[in-house]
């Protein structure tokens, strides 16, 4: 399964592409960081990351996206753009029929690390590990869509689909499964988000 994951941000966009296998084994696709310059005006700057995303998406052809959940901060210009960013993203896949899937941080930590209040160093050491990269993806927002595409992948792809038994799962699998039986959720709900 190919995903398309994405750390919205209008001044720095997170983009992950990676393939995950029926194993559990995540390949890096691609990573990249798309900015756009904070002088611009607001519609240039979300043209700029519409380009960079159609392009990747154009390359790519992933089968799914998945972003980080917009949640509430102190910061509203940030909540904003991350917001405009994550309505850009679902405009594109919509297009092209992708479905898309939100992920919240702790979500992604969890599925990650098996811990959801892990740290982003912690998330950036796993993401290294679980590609088997030489180095750390750098800036934290490079990891974080990464993150969320292996995320996806496997909660929701073909590799959800063969390990719901616990078999051969990494730890971060088997505490997010364990996670979600003491919550009661089926396999239907929880891909339909109830």
Not at 10 to 37: E, I, M, N, Q
Not at 79 to 101: E, W
């Amino acid at each position: 399964m190919r995903v398309l994951g994405v750390d919205p941000g209008l001044t720095r966009c997170g983009v992950g592409v990676v393939d995950v296998g029926r194993d559990r084994s995540a390949v890096l696709v691609d990573v990249v960081v798309l900015r756009s310059p904070i002088d611009a005006p607001i519609e240039q700057r979300l043209l700029r990351i519409a380009e960079g995303l159609e392009a990747i998406l154009d390359e790519h052809r992933p089968q799914a996206v998945a972003l980080e959940r917009v949640f509430a901060r102190s910061d509203v210009s940030t909540i904003m753009g991350t917001a405009q960013i994550s309505g850009v993203a679902m405009h594109l896949a919509a297009k092209r029929a992708l479905p898309v899937a939100l992920h919240t941080p702790s979500e992604v930590k969890a599925a990650i690390t098996g811990y959801g209040r892990a740290d982003k160093k912690q998330v950036t050491a796993m993401v290294t590990r679980i590609l088997g990269l030489d180095t750390p993806p750098k800036p934290a927002d490079a990891a974080d869509a990464l993150a969320l595409a292996i995320c996806h992948a496997w909660r929701t792809g073909p590799v959800a689909a063969t390990t719901t038994d616990g078999a051969s799962m990494t730890p971060a699998q088997k505490a997010w499964l364990a996670a979600e039986r003491s919550a009661g959720l089926s396999g239907a709900a929880r891909r339909l988000g109830r």
